[in-house]
């Protein structure tokens, strides 16, 4: 019991009686918690108020040959077959080379676009009709000169394993406003050979492992044992789970290891999933311009465009991080023939995808960024 300050005696049914305001106001609190995110207030010294609140990665792994595509070299151009000058060969080792070499330029054809001007190769003539709305950044650029580590310095900061990932660090600090989806979703597709520095590239680090990007499938389950295994049934799988909660928080109690809250954490996202996730992989609501817009009628565009199709059903169901990685463009030769696959994969999807968001309003608040290591 407690006593008033008037010396009246004050018991449980008395206090929670005149307390009821306050803990309402906390249940309240919490319930609006998610909601809260997304009411971001101008941070104090900022020019502009914050407004992303979802952010869609596109990473082009291995590189694509900017010299091809974004980047023309007039001058280049203009030397093209010349000897190089001897400024430029005197430190080279190999006689043959610093006597032989000769200026090569991209046999791509550039050309300004919109009120711009950006300069765009021919490889990219959907990108090129977005001039005017894109941020292209040519300063840019790389002190890794190898795949895996240059991946990592861009996707985690460090070209050191084990650091955690931009998507890590982003749902960290924001959180998630999605109960049934993880707050960093990780989209594969392939031109060929992978990913150089794999999962990597969207680990938690020293996180804990619900940070991690959560890798899903394009087709089938979304994530692979995500369905039950005949003979079992939802009340089955919920009692099991509530089985081995209450083992994990007992040994989390002996042993006070955060990763046991974040298996618990897991295994309870995994279970809303099981409704979720396939709910999210069913395009029969899409209509059939939308599904050409992202080039789900082609079979080149239909991998790269379904998962960017993903990333905007995603971000409308309140994914925080949604990263697409596209690999690969580490083409050593065949550049023409390669690039130009890769290209026309990515080419028409990524801009069905700016589209869309802009055409429902999702683009005010979410960031597509489209990048490559060099």
Request: aromatic share 8%; proline share 5%; net charge neutral.
């Amino acid at each position: 019991m407690f006593r008033r300050s008037n010396h009246s005696i004050l018991n449980r049914r008395s206090l929670l009686a005149s307390s009821c305001y306050g803990l309402g106001a906390m249940a309240l609190g919490s319930l609006s918690a998610a909601e809260n995110i997304r009411d971001t207030a101008a941070i104090s010294g900022a020019h502009f108020p914050p407004r992303v609140r979802n952010i869609i990665f596109l990473f082009m792994s291995g590189g694509p040959s900017h010299l091809d595509l974004f980047d023309p070299k007039p001058q280049l151009t203009r030397q093209h077959g010349e000897p190089v000058s001897a400024s430029l060969t005197k430190t080279l080792a190999d006689p043959v080379i610093r006597g032989s070499a000769k200026y090569m330029a991209s046999p791509r054809t550039f050309k300004r676009c919109g009120q711009s001007g950006i300069e765009f190769s021919d490889y990219l003539p959907y990108t090129s009709q977005l001039a005017d709305e894109i941020c292209l950044i040519r300063s840019a650029y790389s002190d890794q000169s190898n795949h895996d580590p240059a991946q990592l310095l861009l996707n985690c900061g460090t070209p050191l394993f084990g650091n955690p990932s931009f998507g890590s660090w982003v749902v960290y600090g924001l959180g998630s406003e999605s109960r049934d989806l993880p707050g960093y979703v990780v989209l594969l597709s392939n031109s060929g050979k992978g990913v150089d520095a794999g999962s990597s590239l969207w680990s938690s680090g020293f996180m804990p492992s619900n940070y991690r990007g959560v890798t899903f499938r394009s087709s089938g389950d979304p994530i692979l044992y995500l369905s039950n295994p005949p003979g079992v049934t939802d009340r089955i799988q919920k009692s099991r789970l509530d089985l081995i909660k209450s083992l994990d928080q007992l040994h989390h109690q002996q042993v006070a290891d955060p990763e046991i809250e974040s298996r618990i954490s897991a295994y309870e996202l995994a279970f809303r999933m099981q409704h979720s996730a396939p709910e999210l992989l069913d395009f029969r609501d899409e209509s059939e311009s939308t599904q050409r817009m992202y080039g789900l009628d082609q079979e080149i565009t239909r991998s790269f465009g379904t998962n960017c199709l993903l990333a905007r059903r995603m971000v409308e169901r309140g994914v925080r991080f949604i990263q697409l990685f596209h690999s690969t463009w580490d083409d050593h030769n065949y550049l023409n023939k390669n690039l130009k696959t890769n290209c026309d994969m990515t080419d028409l999807p990524t801009v069905g995808l700016i589209r869309d968001l802009k055409q429902r309003g999702l683009l005010d608040d979410t960031l597509v960024i489209w990048a490559g290591e060099f």
